[in-house]
């Protein structure tokens, strides 16, 4: 066993037990090919000048000294993964054909080359004897071609140089090279994930210079011995310009790559998501410090730690770390930091039995000898002297690690050092702004969802029921029958009242989820607030038989009378068993009749005729229904209002500057003052115009008012837009923009003086009729102000498909901005959005000075709100707008930060 083991650490120590048998084989075979040309060429009969005056052995001697001196004084750059080693080869071999007969060339070679790899192996490169014999066969036999391929064509012994001479030998130093390039091609293939051809290709572009200077080398001190030997002694100074010029070149080469390579993987960075820029900061330092292996252990906003791993030519892989492998991390990362950071202070690297070949004048370090484990990023190599280790941190929050395996060959440089250092630092970046947008994103996700859900039941809210539900209308025919069912709990303020809010949340949720194992596919299923909730059934059941019996209504209130029946099992509640009893008002209308605004209403008196008649369902009956024909009668009414000049009036609220005070803008309000009903608000009858022809000519009356004032403004010196709110379905008119250039002319107004104000709910239609108007009002110059944003369910969608020009925060995120981290959330996020697509935001509903100052510090930069105006009367906004611009030091800002439109 004792004998084994010594014979195992022999192997050892000469590389032959690491290395893989393709390399063996080629090794063994490269040394065999040289032994047997180098005795073959001795064996042939040599003749010597008669009065040569040195001996065959100084002739041989200096020879052997030759190619040992052009392997030691070699220069080294790295590609890829892996060093590149380039000689004076071809200088040493025309020098050599010279010295000696050229059949001792190979055993000279043999000998030189053996020589210096030798005293390399164990002075600077602390080499295998394996690597030191793969090189000294690879380079013999470079040397046996090249020399035979120069003796075919002339003979170099003891000749003066002549043309057809200097031809010869340049093709056999061109033949030398070949080989050698030829050799280390074949070993760089043994290599893992190792792609040669790029190698090579690189490291020949980098030997072409010197390839014609080392021949010149060679054919000058031949010329200079057959002249006078002595200026043989300024020899050393020429050859040591020319190293200080290859080595300057070949430097200035490798820094312009590796820095291109670090902008480029510097860029790839650019992006936001986490998994993305994860992945990039691995490749990178594969590309630019052609790395061994990287590894990126990354804190992921949950506290738990992933680690990305990835070598040349192989896929960038992961996985989450567990808890012993994350505390083991950090006493691993200081004791790595401390290697790393002593690591650039030694003269040179250690012995590494997995090092590299020299495969002639062109040679391939980092070579495979030993295998490195690819795959499992859990599980890396042993950590060494070559190892780069990068904390990445921002502002002093720890965002992940880096760490860099190099190539065995050499030791990291202080350049290298350097170019990881700038790429951590933007890698660092690059994952801590993924992971601030994804947490944007998360908020934005939870506060949509929010927006749309009810938080005590998860079920979509009435906002969210009216918008899905008309939407759900729109897509059915005109008399396609839907019904609604509107459901009160009975009692419920019982319950809240002796039991606690607690029980009575309880009741909700176990009524919501009875109700949504109720809920058929299709059907829409909401909580309208309180008590109440809501079912939407585009396609109600209907059965053959009678006529009456072919409406749906009988089939809805035999549904109807079911929920009713299920919910009434008994459950219990807070400790009380007890039976939920529920009032069901039902209503069936054709789906292009109603929208949900109107069978809510519908099926809410319904719903009290269920309470009021003692029976728990009842259907809606329109000859008790009061306020059908009051709408009739109110759209008669407005439509003499039209036909005078007192009733409908605007009323006026300017838009501020937070920074100078200087008006922005003034928002055209709706007023009524009806002779009989009195002051009546928008709310009160702008849905009865929607919903009635008389949307066209009344969109036209308030534009006409608007713009006349607008022209006011102007003959007192007042430039500033005017705003009116359009309605969704004022876009489907084709004549709007006709109609709207008439008024701009006849009142001589700028278009750009007119902002129109539309709502989100604009992207929920895919009619072209609607984008064709909006395009037709920008192209006259309209401006385009999107309402009350945020509110709707697509709102980054509806800025992708209409360009507008200013954003108006929606007063409920104003208004809770101090109490609701998610409000505020939305408001910061849409003024930075706003930023970065050049639009204004103007915060609507601003009551107070906080939530002035926090407008002012997110970076709103216009507001309105009764902290500012109330709406006030055409005829006194005259003097408000001139009092602030007196007051105001600053000139009013343009509605887009760029000026566009």
């Not at 000689?87 to 070679?109: D, F, K, N, Q, T």
């Not at 002639?360 to 190892?387: F, Y």
Request: a negative charge.
């Amino acid at each position: 066993m004792t004998s084994a083991r010594r014979t195992g650490r022999l192997l050892t120590s000469l590389g032959i037990a690491l290395a893989p048998r393709p390399v063996l084989v080629l090794t063994l075979g490269l040394l065999a090919v040289a032994l047997v040309v180098a005795l073959a060429g001795l064996a042939v009969p040599a003749t010597l000048p008669p009065d040569d005056p040195f001996s065959p052995l100084a002739r041989f001697g200096t020879a052997v000294g030759v190619l040992a001196v052009a392997q030691l004084f070699r220069l080294r750059f790295r590609v890829g993964t892996g060093l590149v080693n380039v000689s004076w080869g071809e200088a040493a071999l025309v020098v050599g054909l010279y010295l000696v007969p050229p059949g001792w060339m190979p055993a000279a070679a043999l000998l030189g080359v053996g020589l210096a790899w030798a005293l390399l192996a164990v002075f600077a490169d602390r080499r295998s004897g394996l690597e030191v014999l793969h090189t000294t066969g690879a380079l013999t036999v470079a040397v046996a071609v090249g020399t035979l391929v120069t003796t075919r064509l002339a003979t170099p012994f003891a000749a003066a140089p002549t043309l057809p001479l200097v031809a010869a030998l340049v093709t056999g130093a061109l033949a030398y090279l070949l080989v050698a390039t030829g050799i280390a091609g074949v070993t760089l293939a043994l290599r893992p994930a190792c792609r040669a051809g790029p190698i090579l290709l690189h490291a020949l572009r980098g030997k072409l210079l010197m390839f014609v200077g080392n021949v010149l080398v060679g054919l000058g001190v031949v010329a200079v011995v057959e002249s006078d030997p002595r200026w043989l002694l300024l020899l050393p100074p020429v050859l040591w310009l020319l190293q200080q010029t290859y080595s300057h070149r070949i430097r200035a080469d490798d820094e312009r790559r590796t820095w291109r390579a670090l902008a480029e993987a510097t860029g790839a960075l650019n992006q936001l998501d986490a998994h993305a820029v994860a992945t990039a900061g691995v490749s990178g330092p594969l590309s630019f410090l052609g790395a061994e292996r990287v590894e990126l252990d990354v804190r992921r906003a949950d506290g738990q730690w992933r680690r990305y791993a990835g070598e040349p030519g192989q896929p960038v892989v992961h996985r989450d770390l567990s808890e012993a492998e994350r505390v083991g991390r950090g006493s691993r990362t200081g004791a790595r930091a401390r290697r790393t950071a002593g690591a650039s202070g030694r003269g040179g690297p250690p012995f590494d039995a997995t090092g590299g070949y020299a495969d002639g004048d062109i040679a391939a370090d980092q070579l495979p000898i030993g295998e490195s484990a690819v795959g499992d990023p859990g599980s890396p190599a042993a950590r060494s002297d070559h190892d780069l280790t990068r904390s990445l941190a921002v502002g002093g929050a720890e965002v992940g690690e880096l760490r860099v395996r190099l190539p065995r060959a050499t030791l990291p440089s202080q350049r290298e050092q350097d170019a990881l250092s700038a790429f951590g630092d933007a890698l660092a970046a690059a994952l801590h702004d993924a992971a601030t947008h994804q947490e944007l994103q998360e908020v934005t996700a939870r506060s949509s969802y929010e927006a749309v859900h009810d938080s005590l039941t998860n079920l979509v809210n009435r906002a969210a029921l009216l918008s899905r539900g008309d939407h759900a209308l729109h897509q059915l025919a005109h008399d396609h029958p839907v019904a609604l069912l509107l459901l009160d709990i009975d009692q419920f303020k019982e319950v809240n009242d002796t039991l606690g809010h607690a029980a009575g949340d309880e009741l909700l949720r176990v009524t919501a989820q009875r109700l949504m194992a109720m809920t058929r596919p299709g059907e829409l299923l909401g909580r309208l607030g309180g008590d109440e909730f809501a079912l939407l059934i585009p396609s109600p059941t209907v059965l053959g038989g009678s006529a009456g019996e072919r409406s749906p209504m009988p089939q809805v209130l035999r549904r109807a009378r079911e929920i009713v029946e299920r919910l009434a099992a008994p459950l219990e509640v807070a400790g009380v068993r007890m039976s939920v009893e529920v009032s069901v008002g039902v209503v069936v209308a054709g789906a292009g009749t109603a929208d949900m605004t109107e069978l809510l209403r519908r099926a809410d008196i319904a719903m009290y005729q269920a309470k009021q008649g003692g029976g728990s369902v009842a259907p809606y009956d329109s000859a008790r229904d009061a306020s059908s024909t009051d709408k009739l009668a109110l759209l008669a009414e407005l439509r003499e209002a039209l036909g005078v000049d007192d009733q409908l009036v605007l009323a006026l609220q300017p838009a501020v500057d937070l920074a100078t005070g200087a008006p922005t803008g003034v928002e055209a309000l709706i007023r009524w003052r009806h002779p009989r009903r009195g002051r009546l608000n928008p709310a009160d009858f702008v849905r009865a115009i929607e919903e009635s022809e008389l949307l066209g000519a009344f969109t036209r009356y308030v534009v006409d008012k608007a713009l006349g004032i607008a022209a006011d403004w102007a003959r007192h010196g007042l430039d500033v837009p005017i705003s009116i709110n359009l309605s969704a379905r004022s876009l489907l008119d084709p004549r709007l923009p006709a109609e709207v250039a008439e008024s701009l002319r006849r009142h001589q107004v700028p278009p750009h003086r007119l902002v129109l104000e539309i709502t989100e709910t604009v992207v929920m239609s895919e009619l072209e009729v609607i984008d064709e108007v909006l395009a037709a009002l920008r192209q006259m110059g309209v401006q385009i102000a999107v309402d009350d944003f945020g509110t709707g369910f697509s709102s980054l969608t509806f800025l992708t498909r209409v360009s507008v020009d200013e954003l108006k925060v929606d007063r409920s995120f104003v208004m809770k901005m101090a109490e609701s981290p998610e409000a505020a959330a939305i408001v910061r996020t849409t003024v930075d959005l706003g930023r970065e697509l050049g639009l204004r935001v103007v915060a609507e509903g601003v009551e107070t000075a906080d939530q002035r100052a926090a407008l002012a510090e997110l970076g709103c930069t216009a507001a309105q709100g009764y902290h500012f105006f109330r709406p006030m009367p055409s005829d006194k906004i005259v003097a408000v707008l001139r009092s602030l611009f007196d007051s105001a030091h600053a000139r009013i800002l343009p509605l887009r930060a760029d000026g566009a439109s």
